[in-house]
């Protein structure tokens, strides 16, 4: 079993739709990232969270430390926003990576 | 544009052989953290470095190392090279040793042949 798993594996979107992937860890963490990994495979950093909530322009990452669960939302879905979007937990002296979610917004 | 750059984007070799990565920072930036991304493996971290000392270890084989010297710049240096190391090689970096998003770098690809 990965220290983080992330769901779903895949996910396919009309342009508008609200968009929520999900990430669950095992391990002790610090500090949660969000990165978004573009088809050119760039990496982005789009949050780190230890607690709460955090909103960039149309998206929100929320993590639940007792239920040792992050979302990433995308609302208003838009094409550019396809992408790979990967959570990593970080322990302190490890990152533990999920496998990453692939998201396809058609126009 | 991160800001972190790297160097070579892509470097062929053949097996046996050794390679030396490197990355510079963002301006001001004291930390450097390494990543492989292979695609049966994902995403893995290898190690991290602040103000020139090791910080945090992760998934690094004994025939890699780095360092990070004191202009901040740091190198990745693998060696005895085998097919399973073809990846990409990422550099990030960040303000402080943690609690700090990261700045990623383009990357290198690495074939081995």
């Known amino acids: 079993k990965n220290e983080v798993e992330q769901s779903p594996q895949n996910l396919t979107a009309q342009e508008g739709e609200f968009i929520t992937i999900n990430c669950s860890y095992s391990v002790g963490i610090s500090a949660l990232h969000w990165l978004q990994q573009h088809p050119g495979g760039g990496i982005v950093s789009l949050f780190m969270l230890s607690s709460g909530k955090k909103k960039h322009g149309r998206l929100i990452a929320t993590i639940n430390i007792q239920e040792k669960h992050s979302s990433l939302?995308?609302?208003?879905?838009h094409p550019r926003d396809s992408a790979v979007y990967i959570c990593a937990g970080f322990t302190g002296n490890q990152f533990y990576f999920g496998t990453g979610t692939s998201l396809t917004v058609i126009p | 544009?991160?800001?972190?750059?790297?160097?070579?984007?892509?470097?062929?070799?053949?097996?046996?052989?050794?390679?030396?990565?490197?990355c510079s920072p963002r301006s001001g930036d004291l930390s450097v953290?390494?990543?492989?991304?292979?695609?049966?493996?994902?995403?893995?971290?290898?190690?991290?470095?602040?103000?020139?000392?090791?910080?945090?270890?992760?998934?690094?084989?004994?025939?890699?190392?780095?360092?990070?010297?004191?202009?901040?710049?740091?190198?990745l240096n693998l060696s005895s090279l085998?097919?399973?190391?073809?990846?990409?090689?990422?550099?990030?970096?960040?303000v402080a040793y943690r609690g700090n998003e990261q700045f990623f770098g383009p990357g290198t690809r690495l074939t081995v042949l």
């Open chain 2, 1 to 22: 544009d991160s800001g972190v750059t790297q160097t070579p984007k892509h470097l062929i070799t053949a097996t046996g052989q050794r390679v030396t990565l490197r």
């Open chain 1, 73 to 77: 939302h995308i609302t208003a879905s």
């Open chain 2, 33 to 75: 953290y390494w990543y492989q991304q292979s695609l049966d493996q994902g995403l893995q971290f290898l190690i991290q470095y602040y103000n020139g000392e090791e910080r945090a270890k992760g998934n690094i084989l004994e025939r890699f190392s780095a360092q990070q010297f004191p202009d901040l710049h740091s190198e």
């Open chain 2, 82 to 94: 085998e097919l399973g190391d073809s990846a990409l090689y990422f550099c990030a970096s960040s």
